[in-house]
């Protein structure tokens, strides 16, 4: 609504809806995977580390950006969208509650009590930094490359909680006991 609003542009929110999920859908089957993304999830498989994809899209747009690159979203042990039902209507990031329930998922999965102060969360967005420290997690920022010029203070957004990276290649997993 803001997007039309602003522009002024002559069109419904639903016939916005529409337009951008056409060009979107355009786009969905060229995504790839960040560079050091996949490598760090084979790398915690590898370890036994249990993962959680915990994301704000709903199901349908989940599946449409990431099934034709299923050899890497297998990966996670636990895959909660935007549009569970457990989760509360208006409860989206930056409500810990998608983060909450993908830690149930994973602690019911291996019969662990994982504590979310003992949980990495990786996001892209600042609704996303501001879930995971809500949730309690350490948060590793890493924001689109075009995005940094215009994030503002992230010393004071991640406040000790985290840390901002522009490459999952740069996370030091020997840091955080990885």
């Given amino acids: 609504m803001k997007v039309i609003e602003h522009y002024g542009l002559p069109i419904t929110l639903k016939e916005y809806e529409e337009r951008n999920i056409s060009l979107q859908s355009l786009k969905w089957g060229t995504c790839e995977f960040l560079p050091g993304a996949f490598d760090l999830l084979k790398y915690l498989k590898s370890k036994g580390i249990p993962i959680a994809l915990c994301t704000s899209s709903n199901k349908s747009k989940f599946l449409c950006k990431t099934s ?24 989206g990031k930056p409500f810990p509650d998608v983060w909450q329930l993908g830690l149930k998922e994973l602690n019911e999965k291996y019969h662990t009590d994982i504590k979310p102060d003992e949980c990495m969360v990786f996001e892209d967005g600042i609704p996303g930094v501001q879930s995971g420290k809500a949730f309690g997690a350490h948060v590793i920022w890493v924001p689109h490359p075009e995005a940094h010029a215009v994030l503002g203070d992230t010393k004071t957004l991640l406040a000790g909680k985290g840390e901002l990276l522009s490459s999952l290649e740069e996370l030091e997993k020997a840091k955080y006991g990885l």
Wanted: hydrophobic share 35%; charged share 30%; proline share 8%.
């Fill in 68 to 91: 034709h690159l299923s050899h890497g979203f297998d990966l996670f042990d636990a895959i909660v969208t935007g549009d569970d039902p457990r989760i509360p209507k208006g409860r």
